[in-house]
C-alpha cells in the first residue's frame, strides 16, 4: 500500500509554496499518495489550523503521516517534532498546536535532529519536514529522527463551564457555510440539560430554540438550529442562512445555553 | 486500472471536509485517483454546481464515479440516488441538479438503502456517498445499493426562445476571466441567424459584433467577442477585459440577439 | 515509475477547466501522477506566473511535464511549443513566460504542428497541449511533435542596477503573507553591499535593517526582516505582519538598498 501524506498549512494556493512540497515528496518517493487538508487556513492562526486537521485526520488510514507546515520557525523553546498518536503520524514545530489538535499526550514525542537540506531556514516544510516523512514512510524508525520528548509546549483551549442552569461556551470556528462550532461537546450540553429545553444568548439576546435537531432542514429556511455536528462539537446554523454574520458571532465570542427552569 | 472518484461540493477549501472525504475514500479504497471537480461552488447553489459539472464529467474515463456533496439533505421528496448516465457513474441528492446537468434520464436511477456510517446527518457525503462510491469501485452491481427509479425530480432550466429576428436568452454562468456563458447553443444560433450578421442587446443597449469569433483575440483588446465556446454554448467575452462587470451581466440576465435583417 | 504532469494556470479553482484537463490527462494516461503549480494566478499575468513556476519546477523529478495554460492563444507570433530544460518538459504558448522563467535558453524548442482535438479554440491546453504530454510521457521523443526552433519571444525582466552605495530594485512578487521579493539576488547584495550595514529606501522613506536575516524571527514581532529567500531572490518581510501593505509595496515598485559609507 502506497504510503499517506496530507500536508496542512497557511500558504493559500496561490504561491510555489505547497507545489514545491509535493514535488520534494514525489522526487524522494514516487508512490506516495499526497492530501491536501488546507491550505487555506489564516497566516499564522493555530486555533484555526488545529480545528481542522483534528477533525480531517481520523477519516485517514493507519500510518498516514500528517505534515503541519503553520509557523514553523524553530527555536530553542519551539523545536520540530514528529509524533506518534492513535496510529497516525504529525511533523511540525511544537508551537502548540497539537495540544490544541489532541485531548492527551502522544504516545512517542521526538525531537528532529535531522540536518535540513537548503542553507535557508523560512521554507522548513519542504526542507526538513519532508525528510522527515520520508523516512517515516519508508518504514524506518521515528527514534532515528531524533531523541525522544515527554511533553509538549500547552496553548491553552478554553473549556465551557457550567454555572447554575447555564452553559458559557465559545466560537472556536466558523465555516465557509457560516456555520458556527462552539467549545461545547453533545456529551456536555446533554448532562447540563438533562432534556430540558434552551435558548441561546448571544450578546444579551435570547433566542429560544428549545432543541437539539439532527440537520439543518428540521427548521425552516431562516430559522436556528442547533446540532451536534459531526465535529463532536455543538454547532448553530441557520438553515440555508449564514449564521456567523447574521448573529454577529466571531472566534472566541462567548454564546450562553441557558436551560428552562 | 484504478477507479477514479471525483468530488464537487459548495464547502469550500478552508474546512476539513474535502480532506475528510478524501481520507474517508483511502481508507477504504486506498488505489482510488481522486480528483476534485470543484469546491468554490457558491453555497446551495445547483445551477453553478450543474454547469460545473455538465462540462467537467466528460473528459472522464468510463466508469468514473462523481460525487456531488451539494444540498445533501435528504428528505422523502429529495432521497440520495445513484446514477448511471453515459458510461460513468454519480452520487448525490435527487434535488433537481441531475435534471439540471442531463439533457436526458439517465440510464439508470437507483435511491440508496444502505445504511450510513455515522449518528450524524449533516455530513451525508462522507458518511454515505463515500460508501456507495466504493462499492460501485469495487465492481459490485448499482442494484444492490437500493431501489430502482424511474424519474429524477426537475429544476426548470430556462431554455433561450427565438422570435423573429431575436434569440432572447439568458446568463446560466460567468467564469473567473469574467466571460459569460448564455443558454444558447452555436447549433440554436447557427439555425436562427442564417448567416446574418448580429448584434446583442444588453438592458437596452446595443451592441454589434456582427459575427462570430473563434478566439478571444480576434478582436481587439477591450472588444465584446462572441464565441462558440468549448461548453457547447455561446460566450460572450472582451478580449483582456472582464465582460461580465463592463457589460452589467448576472446569472439569469436576458441578453437579446439581434439578427440583421 | 509514473510519469508526473503539473499544471500552472490563470483559471481559479472554481470553473470547469482544471477538472477537464485533469480528465483528458488520466482518461489517455490512467497511472499519471498530477500535481496542480498553482491555478490562482492573475488572469493573463506572466510575471506572476513564471515566478510561481520558478520557484516550484527545481524541486520536480527529472522527466516531470509541466503545461503551462497562460495567455495560451496561439498565434504565427506565439506559437504552441514544448521544451526541454534542465531535464524537465514544459508545454505552453511562446508569450515571453518561458523567458521570464528561465536564465538561459531550453535545451530544446519544438514548435507544436500536432493537430487538437476539438473544433475551439479557447480550450488549447485540453485540446493540444494534454496530447503532446501524454506524448512526452509515453517516451516518444519531442522531436515528433513539430518543428525544432532556436530561439523564444523574449519579455524583459528588469534587472537590479548598482549605482555607487546603491541597489536600485524593484518587487517581483507578494506572497500570501503580503512578503515581499525583490529582483535582487543574495549574490548580488552580497557583492555590492562588502558586509557593510544597509537600509532600505522605500518611497523616499528610509527603513534602518542594517543586515541580512535568516528568519523571520530574527527580529521582533512587526520589524522589518531582509531575507536571504529560498527563491534565490531577497525577501522584505515584517514578522508577523503585513510587509507588502504597511510599507506600501506593490508589484514593479523601486527598492533602493542604500549601503553604509
Redesign the interface.
Known amino acids: 500500500?502506497?504510503p499517506?501524506i496530507?500536508l496542512t498549512s497557511?500558504?493559500?494556493?496561490?504561491?510555489?509554496?505547497?507545489?514545491?512540497?509535493?514535488?520534494?515528496i514525489?522526487?524522494r518517493l514516487?508512490e506516495a499518495?499526497?492530501?491536501?487538508?488546507?491550505?487555506?487556513?489564516s497566516?499564522?492562526n493555530l486555533k484555526q489550523g488545529s480545528?481542522?486537521?483534528r477533525?480531517?485526520?481520523?477519516?485517514?488510514?493507519p500510518g498516514?503521516i500528517h505534515i503541519v507546515g503553520i509557523n514553523t520557525?524553530e527555536?530553542e523553546r519551539t523545536p520540530h517534532i514528529a509524533l506518534l498518536h492513535n496510529g497516525q503520524y504529525f511533523i511540525g514545530t511544537d508551537n502548540g498546536i497539537f495540544t490544541l489538535m489532541f485531548d492527551s499526550l502522544p504516545e512517542k514525542i521526538i525531537e528532529l535532529e535531522i540536518t535540513q537540506d537548503?542553507g535557508?531556514?523560512?521554507?522548513s516544510t519542504?526542507?526538513r519536514f519532508v525528510k522527515a516523512a520520508v523516512h517515516i514512510a519508508k518504514g524506518e524508525p521515528l527514534e532515528a529522527l531524533g531523541n525522544l520528548r515527554t511533553d509538549l509546549n500547552a496553548l491553552i483551549s478554553m473549556k465551557s463551564q457550567v454555572n447554575g442552569n447555564t452553559i458559557a461556551g465559545r466560537v472556536i470556528y466558523t465555516?465557509?457555510?457560516e456555520n458556527v462550532f462552539l467549545n461545547i461537546t453533545l456529551d456536555e450540553l446533554e448532562e447540563a440539560g438533562n432534556k430540558r429545553k434552551f435558548s441561546l444568548n448571544i450578546k444579551g439576546r435570547k433566542h429560544q430554540v428549545n432543541q437539539l435537531r439532527?440537520?439543518?432542514?428540521d427548521v425552516p429556511d431562516g430559522e436556528i438550529a442547533v446540532?451536534?455536528?459531526?465535529?463532536g462539537f455543538i454547532?448553530i446554523a441557520i438553515n440555508?442562512g449564514n449564521a456567523a454574520s447574521l448573529l454577529g458571532l466571531h472566534t472566541d465570542d462567548v454564546v450562553l445555553i441557558e436551560f428552562d427552569n
Open positions: 500500500m502506497s499517506v496530507t497557511d500558504w493559500g494556493l496561490r504561491d510555489h509554496y505547497v507545489a514545491a512540497v509535493k514535488g520534494a514525489i522526487s514516487p499518495t499526497i492530501i491536501d487538508i488546507s491550505h487555506q487556513i497566516p499564522y480545528f481542522i486537521l477533525n480531517a485526520y481520523p477519516a485517514f488510514p498516514t520557525e527555536s537548503s535557508f531556514f523560512t521554507f519542504r526542507d465555516d465557509n457555510y439532527s440537520a439543518y432542514t446540532i451536534p455536528s459531526s465535529t454547532e440555508h
